[in-house]
């Protein structure tokens, strides 16, 4: 590794690069320690001692025989990989430089996370995401359904490059673009157990709308959805809407609500626990058409989509956002803009928003519900008269940390 080399990090034009200047950082000669190594976000940046300095390799960034270090390149998240490559024109020379030992995965259907989970994981991990949320959310259900992992409960360490189509969990992180990832995988001070959750569907009638496979219950970490924002999730993933990235969200909303018949029958109530475990209902939200339904754990879903404000990352709660239909369509959708407004749509008379406490419980009234999970859709056969629940549960039950909360 060279003493005589600088990393300047640098965003223009909306793509990263990255140029070689005078020595940035130094090697100690008797401790071998970095004595200073900077990321910086522009070329004439000055070279101080600020928090983007790298005094050390972080401790969830050192390859041993108690931790892999891993880095897996979604290559087909986001906008692909055709005009940038992160890891081979950033990670790859900087991991290389600093020598930083790791394991390169790239990506080649939608089953390589899944399998890589189940059989390359056998000992305390850090995993660095190419990707968006459905990366970690793949991850920890396939940690849910395997007995060993479970068993062994392996401390995961995730760090995220948001590349993939939705990154509301590094957004929701402060981590809104590839500089802020790399200065949060340097930093060894913060790191916390990533909260998640969970949702229960009717046994035997909730199938996986991708491949047909049977799903009686999943974990989350960002979002339960019915009506609208399910609608839209399901229209976007036409093939003829899918190549088009995040566009493709704003053509399937289009689509959607320019039906005037959309019809999303059903109620949202909470149990309370009484004595001798007696369940009382307490109503939130009234059987009718409620046209949008989502139960969310993070504040942002876009850079500056603000959907649920009181929300915090490293927070084990969940909130409330429901609208039930209008008199006009305009309405309900200059709603839905309000959250680019710091939020502002939850103090409209129309939006309920609110903490659910430990649970709450969708009753659906009308056939053919499709519920999105964290990107996924669940398709319920026979619904009308069904319930699915959503849950805080145990945070024991996973050893998952994210790198930046």
């Not at 080649?108 to 190419?130: A, C, G, P, W, Y």
């Not at 157990?193 to 799903?215: A, E, M, R, T, W």
């Not at 704003?250 to 059903?266: D, E, H």
Request: charged letters at 25%; aromatic letters at 10%; proline letters at 3%.
């Amino acid at each position: 590794m060279s003493d005589q080399l600088k990393y300047d990090i640098f965003s223009t034009d909306g793509k990263l690069g990255i140029h070689n200047y005078q020595a940035l950082y130094q090697l100690d000669p008797i401790t071998g320690e970095f004595k200073n190594y900077q990321l910086l976000s522009n070329i004439n940046d000055k070279i101080d001692d600020d928090k983007s300095s790298i005094t050390k390799i972080p401790k969830h960034l050192i390859q041993s025989k108690f931790q892999d270090i891993f880095i897996i390149d979604s290559i087909y998240s986001g906008i692909g990989r055709d005009n940038r490559d992160f890891y081979k024109d950033i990670l790859k020379p900087i991991f290389k430089d600093l020598n930083i030992n790791h394991n390169y995965i790239k990506t080649e259907n939608d089953q390589s996370i899944i399998n890589f989970i189940k059989d390359q994981i056998v000992k305390n991990s850090t995993i660095i995401l190419l990707s968006g949320d459905s990366s970690i959310f793949e991850i920890v259900n396939t940690i849910a359904n395997n007995n060993y992992l479970k068993e062994k409960n392996f401390v995961i360490n995730l760090g995220i490059i948001p590349l993939g189509t939705g990154n509301s969990i590094a957004y929701s992180s402060g981590i809104l673009n590839e500089f802020d990832a790399l200065k949060t995988l340097f930093n060894d001070s913060k790191i916390s157990k990533l909260p998640i959750y969970k949702v229960s569907f009717p046994i035997g009638k909730s199938f996986d709308i991708n491949n047909n496979v049977q799903i009686n219950s999943l974990y989350f970490l960002v979002v339960v959805s019915w009506g609208v924002h399910a609608g839209l999730v399901h229209e976007s993933e036409k093939p003829e809407l899918k190549k088009l990235g995040v566009e493709r969200f704003k053509l399937a909303f289009n689509n959607l609500i320019s039906n005037p018949n959309l019809q999303y029958q059903g109620e949202l109530y909470i149990e309370e626990e009484e004595e001798e475990n007696n369940n009382n209902k307490t109503i939130l939200v009234p059987n009718g058409n409620n046209l949008y339904t989502t139960i969310l754990s993070v504040p942002l879903v876009e850079k500056t989509y603000k959907l649920s404000p009181h929300s915090n990352i490293k927070t084990n709660q969940l909130h409330l956002i429901n609208i039930p239909e209008l008199e006009t369509r305009d309405e309900f959708v200059k709603i839905i803009f309000l959250p680019y407004q710091d939020g502002a749509h939850i103090n409209n008379k129309h939006v309920l928003y609110k903490d659910i406490g430990n649970s709450i419980v969708l009753k659906i009234q009308q056939d053919n519900a499709k519920i999105c999970v964290d990107g996924k859709i669940i398709s319920i056969e026979d619904s009308k008269g069904e319930e699915v629940k959503v849950e805080l549960i145990d945070q024991d039950q996973f050893n998952i940390n994210l790198i930046g909360i």
